[in-house]
């Protein structure tokens, strides 16, 4: 089974920007982000390809966060920009095999980072 490690979340005002990571012991097809913002559900934020590259982003973030990757340090992560209250919560990275159903189908998970924006 794979290991996940997520790192870099922290305390921020809107506007901030943060980088997240998380270090895969074994990579997955795709990788991607979730959150989940207190007494809501966990949802999708983005994901991509491990070799491919291809992204794809939740409408919530996309063009404000950039998904990446480095394959060379099994390094996932999370470029998030102008951060704004609503993006607060526990933010974990994941892995999925299935190559179809954009957002969806990750069945291995990382313990998760906190983020908090504050306005």
């Known amino acids: 089974q794979a290991q996940l490690v997520e790192s870099g979340g922290g305390s921020v005002q809107a506007g901030a920007s943060l980088r997240l990571s998380c270090v895969v012991s074994r990579p997955s097809f795709a990788m991607g982000w979730l959150r989940q913002a207190p007494g809501k559900e966990r949802e999708f934020v983005a994901e991509i390809v491990w070799n491919g590259g291809f992204t794809y982003y939740s409408r919530s973030v996309k063009n404000r966060y950039i998904i990446s990757r480095n394959t060379a340090k099994n390094t996932l992560y999370l470029q998030m920009n102008n951060l704004k209250p609503d993006d607060t919560g526990v933010y974990y990275c994941?892995?999925?095999?299935?190559?179809?159903?954009?957002?969806?189908?990750?069945?291995?998970w990382g313990q998760g980072t906190q983020v908090t924006v504050s306005s």
């Open positions: 994941a892995g999925k095999d299935n190559p179809g159903n954009p957002g969806g189908s990750f069945k291995e």
